[in-house]
Every structure is written in structure tokens, then in C-alpha cells.
């Protein structure tokens, strides 16, 4: 059975930074893209980044890019995100989810091909 569990979470003011971990279980980290949504409440889930099953090839939505760093432990089966420069806009609980492939299709921002998902973990930016 997989398992994915966020963790990271908090409260933090505008122009801080933190950093989200996503562990893994039940099945073969590597072999799995891996993303990283959010979600607030009433509105739709956004894709945040997605990261190939080795690590070097990343994407990220247009509103994160230049601040947020997604990478990945294959050895420890985590999973990453580094926000820096937050903003209010990024309020949101975000989701980790694992992919049934091992590359981010043209479609990972809808969610598409990703199975395995977390419980999520909110994330507050106060101005």
C-alpha cells in the first residue's frame, strides 16, 4: 500500500521561506515522478512543480518560478520543495503526489498521471 505524507508546513511572513518534505512508502521512489500542488479552499488545484524520476529535469508554475526549488532524495524516498520569497498568494494547503510514469507529461499542472496523493500540509504567508 502506498503512503505519502507531507510535512513543513507553517506560518510565516512575507519574504520568508520554508521548506515541505513529502516521504514516500509501498513502493519504488525512483522509478516515479513526483509534484507537488495546492489548493485553497473554493478554487481549483494548482499544479506547483513536478520533478523527473532522476532529479535533473524540473518544471514549475509561472507564478513560482525563481523562488521555489523542488528536488528529490531517491536514497531516503523524499521528496522536496524550498520556498523562498513567499508571498500571501502562496497560502494554500499543499498536496505531494506520486506519478505513474518517470517524466512530468505536458498535463502534470492538472494532475494528470499522478495516483498516490498526500494528505497535504498548510502552508500560511501573512503580510
Known amino acids: 500500500q502506498v503512503q505519502v505524507v507531507e510535512s513543513g508546513g507553517d506560518l ?3 519574504g520568508g521561506s520554508l521548506r515541505l518534505s513529502c ?4 513502493l519504488t521512489f525512483e522509478n516515479h515522478v ?13 499544479g506547483v512543480s513536478c520533478i523527473n524520476w532522476t532529479g535533473i529535469i524540473t518544471d514549475y508554475a509561472d507564478s513560482v518560478k525563481g523562488r521555489f526549488t523542488i528536488s528529490r532524495d531517491n536514497a531516503k524516498n523524499t521528496l522536496y520543495l524550498q520556498m ?4 500571501p498568494e502562496d497560502t494554500a ?4 503526489a506520486i506519478g505513474q510514469y518517470t517524466h512530468c507529461s505536458n498535463s502534470w499542472r492538472h494532475g494528470r ?15
Open 12 to 14: 510565516v511572513q512575507a
Open 23 to 26: 516521504t514516500a512508502s509501498g
Open 34 to 46: 513526483m509534484g507537488w500542488f495546492r489548493q485553497i479552499p473554493g478554487k481549483e488545484r494548482e
Open 84 to 87: 523562498n520569497s513567499l508571498k
Open 93 to 96: 494547503m499543499y498536496y505531494c
Open 113 to 127: 498521471g499522478f495516483d498516490d496523493w498526500g494528505q497535504g500540509t498548510q502552508v500560511t504567508v501573512s503580510s
